[in-house]
């Protein structure tokens, strides 16, 4: 009993893990998502500046080119966190199942011995009941 005890605790510490870094990752993926969307806001505020100033309207185009590369980089990291996400998603589905399993059997377990200890307590009041009745009969 102490053994699958010890297989729950340990799967429960699993899961718990998984779900940091699953949490780590949706952050992760937030923060790129937000950094994607500034960049982009970065190149609309610089279209406006460069039709107020003229200097700034030269270097427009090489701004825009290395922005644009930035929200590419970040949109491919994207997709690699989001495949990490699903990838995590997947191992604690995996994981959870086995602690439902292991918890499954714990119960069924627990359920025959106490099925066990009420059938040898039935046992011993038919008994004590019997004794009682032959004891009663003979006097």
């Known amino acids: 009993m102490k053994s699958i005890q010890t297989l729950i605790k340990l799967q429960q510490r699993q899961l718990d ?9 949706l952050d992760q993926e937030e923060m790129l998502k937000a950094k994607k969307e500034a ?19 030269y270097t427009l185009a090489a701004f ?4 644009e590369h930035q929200i590419e980089a970040i949109g491919e990291e994207i997709i690699q966190t989001q495949q990490k996400i699903e990838t ?14 292991y918890e499954i059997y714990d119960k069924m377990k627990e359920d025959e011995i106490i099925f066990e200890e009420n059938k040898r307590e039935q046992k011993d009041m038919d008994e004590m009941g019997l004794r009682g009745f032959i004891y009663k009969d003979q006097t």
Do not use: G, P
Not at 88 to 101: M, W
């Open 64 to 67: 825009i080119k290395m922005t």
């Open 39 to 57: 960049l982009k806001q970065s190149i609309i505020d610089e279209r406006k500046r460069a039709l107020e100033d003229v200097q700034t309207a």
């Open 88 to 101: 995590i998603r997947q191992e604690i589905a995996e994981i959870f199942n086995v602690l439902k399993r």
């Open 17 to 25: 893990e998984k779900r940091r870094v699953l949490k780590q990752l």
